[in-house]
């Protein structure tokens, strides 16, 4: 198992950004494909986007499609998660995750797919 970290978290208004980090404990991101997903208050945990292997392959949801973008650094050990136009409804904790794959194998929307979580850092969107 890989051991994740995300950072970034905040408080911010309506129409700010931020930028979310997932931290790995090695360099993993040319082996593994890296989910993000979140849970927002008595609901349940929601897809956001992965980035595949190698970072050649991106998808976000729906509802977050256009305003949120998946990258990875160059020393492949942080993947980032940049969301733009933000609203309320995107309050939430935000989860990385990830799963060694074929190079491929396109990632899943599904959280069950992924084997290592990291603990997870709160996004709260002020109105």
């Known amino acids: 198992q890989v051991q994740l970290v995300e950072s970034g978290g905040g408080l911010v208004q309506a129409g700010d950004s931020l930028r979310l980090s997932c931290t790995a404990s090695?360099?993993?991101?040319?082996?593994?494909?890296v989910g993000w997903f979140r849970q927002a208050p008595g609901q349940e945990r929601e897809f956001v986007g992965f980035?595949?292997?190698?970072?050649?392959?991106?998808n976000y949801a729906d509802s977050v499609k256009g305003r949120v973008t998946i990258s990875r650094d160059k020393d492949k050990t942080m993947v980032f998660l940049q969301m733009n136009s933000l609203k309320p409804e995107d309050t939430a904790i935000y989860y990385c995750?990830?799963?060694?794959?074929?190079?491929?194998?396109?990632?899943?929307?599904?959280?069950?797919?992924?084997?290592?979580w990291g603990q997870g850092t709160q996004g709260t969107v002020s109105s």
């Open positions: 090695r360099r993993i991101f040319n082996d593994y494909a």
């Open positions: 995750a990830a799963k060694r794959t074929i190079l491929t194998a396109s990632p899943s929307t599904e959280a069950d797919w992924y084997t290592s």
């Open positions: 980035i595949s292997r190698g970072g050649g392959y991106t």
